[in-house]
């Protein structure tokens, strides 16, 4: 099951599990967003997911991309605090187990529940939260590169997202 089966599920049962597979993190995570509505609740989840999977690119969740990534959530998804953290958790245990097959499908979905200035928007983003660490590595700039294409953006569009961030890229170090 991935992680937009488990968000939208969550408006659906009131945040009972949805299988016996599910970790008590997954359980939390699913209870604290039973209040946003199904689409938000799945945009959310994308959103999350498509920044995780920048930060796991290089195979390694660094502490401080995670705490980026709960930064973001709050200030442009609008989420408290407390759910925010429960959203880093699990995004960050889905792309740990399952990095890779799922991407394309959540990247297809952000880009169905999503504006266009919110898939500019999450360029920044994007590269935020590489360089949380204070370098963004070649895997992390191929997954936002790849991001971006599979959102239908342009490649000047991706360079003007990453231009404020370029003294961190590890391909001019």
Known sequence: MGILDFF???SDNDGAPTSKGETQSVR???SALTALPTHR???VAAFAYLLGRVAYADHDFQPEEAN???RILEQRADLPADQAHL???IVKRQNELFGGTEDYLVSREFK???TREQRL???DCLFAVAAADDIITAEEEAAARQIASELGLSHTELVAARMPYSAKRSVLK
Request: aromatic share 4%.
């Open 8 to 10: 939208h599920r969550a």
């Open 28 to 30: 939390r995570v699913v």
């Open 41 to 43: 609740a799945r945009y």
């Open 68 to 70: 980026e990534i709960v």
């Open 87 to 89: 959203v880093v958790d």
């Open 112 to 114: 169905e529940v999503s």
């Open 121 to 123: 928007g999450i360029l």
